[in-house]
């Protein structure tokens, strides 16, 4: 049961995180890209539904890499190994992006710039869980 609550806690804590850097990202896009860099213009978000369904999945897919992110460490404090959960959830949402950006009119540079985004969300997430794990908010999994 123990181990349940503390992926949970992780799980709310990488969550939150990836939530906040969706939201910075999203004020950097319509504030200064998409403004400054006609090319980009298609950043531009204004608050409405679509803005707070990809706020939810965002919070839920970060939701998932916090418990993910807390299972890679269990066992090893393997740098490349934390960088490569990192990597690979950045990936996959990021490549998604870049596939859209294929099959799509718009330029290939709006997709790249959300492929880059979805790898610093989830870097800031592994920061703020690796924070969260050094100041025992969350403890690792117990060696079995």
């Given at each position: 049961m123990a181990?349940?609550?503390e992926s949970?806690?992780?799980g709310i804590i990488g969550g939150l995180s990836v939530c906040f850097s969706f939201a910075i990202a999203s004020l950097l896009n319509t504030f200064l890209l998409a403004k400054y860099f006609q090319i980009l213009a298609s950043l531009h978000s204004d608050i409405?539904?679509?803005l707070w369904g990809s706020l939810a999945v965002a919070t839920f897919i970060g939701f998932l890499f916090g418990v993910t992110y807390r299972y890679i460490i269990r066992s090893d404090r393997n740098p490349?190994?934390?960088a490569g959960g990192v990597l690979a959830f950045g990936l996959v949402r990021g490549l998604t992006q870049i596939e859209?950006?294929?099959n799509s009119d718009s330029t290939i540079w709006l997709f790249l710039v959300l492929a880059g985004e979805s790898l610093l969300w989830f870097a800031l997430a592994a920061i703020a869980l690796d924070l969260a794990i050094q100041f025992r908010w969350v403890k690792p999994f117990s060696s079995i």
């Open positions: 181990e349940r609550i949970l806690k992780a409405n539904w679509h490349q190994l934390k859209l950006g294929w």
